[in-house]
């Protein structure tokens, strides 16, 4: 007896497309998953590659869940460091000005002219 041929839905073959590009799914596991055959899934990756060249290559390189969660904490590193430093740079501004302040009220050089010994 012959099975029932079952018609992928276009939400079926976008996810289908997804994990297949994004998450590494083999094309055996997704005909499992999907209640399909292995034919169908090969033609559908084959014809959506074929026809999206530069899509396929970015699917590709997406970054992965882990490499994902890795970036945001980097990203947030770096917006507290960005902080940090706003912040140092904010004391170093001070310091000048309160050293330009003490040198013009008590009229003496508190800084080392440059070239000097």
Do not use: C, W
Request: no cysteine; glycine share 2%; charged share 40%.
């Amino acid at each position: 007896m012959k099975k029932k041929r079952k018609y992928l839905s276009q939400e079926e073959k976008e996810e289908i497309l997804r994990l297949h590009y994004l998450e590494g799914v083999n094309q055996s596991e997704l005909a499992r998953r999907f209640d399909s055959s292995k034919m169908a899934i090969n033609r559908l990756i084959h014809n959506f590659a074929a026809s999206n060249d530069k899509s396929v290559l970015l699917m590709k390189n997406k970054p992965t869940d882990n490499q994902a969660e890795e970036i945001k904490a980097l990203r947030e590193e770096v917006l507290d460091l960005k902080k940090k430093l706003h912040a140092e740079r904010m004391r170093a501004d001070f310091y000048d000005t309160m050293i330009d302040v003490a040198e013009e009220m008590f009229n003496i050089e508190i800084r080392k002219k440059a070239g000097t010994g």
